[in-house]
């Protein structure tokens, strides 16, 4: 069957998928065509009033989406969220961050406040030592802790 999807600048878009394909195979599928990451999609069905598709396991007949039917695409930003970075001498800071930021731009902030060079800073988060990729790559999510060690000098 095929979808228009209708984003809110009012560009609309057919997208052919199967019934018994899930909320979330949908996404992917808008990611791949439109280039939407998945984590902003908020996609609304509307047939005389609006239903959020908010559970993604759940199949796209189960909401009552037929060949030809409407669905809104809203774009939204990354929610903020609040980690720790303790230091080596177990004093706490607080960081808002977003979940797709790199950590070369969360090791520069964090020289920027506590006053470490990105090369002498360690960063680690579940045990892990946390070098490039995203923070979300490390499983960083709101309330975790960062841990700041310092790297050893000389040889």
Do not use: W
């Not at 065509?33 to 759940?58: H, K, M, W, Y």
């Amino acid at each position: 069957m095929d979808l228009i999807i209708t984003l809110l600048g009012g560009s609309s878009h057919v997208l052919s998928v199967c019934p018994h394909d899930t909320v979330s195979s949908l996404k992917i599928l808008i990611q791949q065509t439109l280039e939407i990451p998945c984590e902003t999609q908020r996609l609304v069905f509307v047939n005389g009033f609006s239903t959020t598709l908010n559970d993604d396991s759940a199949t796209l007949e189960s909401y009552g989406l037929h060949s030809g039917a409407r669905v809104n695409l809203l774009v939204t930003t990354p929610a903020i969220i609040q980690v720790f970075l303790k230091n080596e001498k177990g004093v706490s800071s607080t960081y808002d961050i977003k979940p797709d930021e790199t950590v070369s731009q969360f090791r520069s902030r964090v020289e920027e406040r506590e006053r470490v060079p990105v090369s002498q800073q360690r960063l680690l988060h579940e045990s892990r030592e946390m070098n490039e990729g995203k923070l979300s790559d490390y499983n960083v999510r709101a309330n975790s802790t960062i841990f700041l060690n310092l790297r050893l000098r000389g040889g």
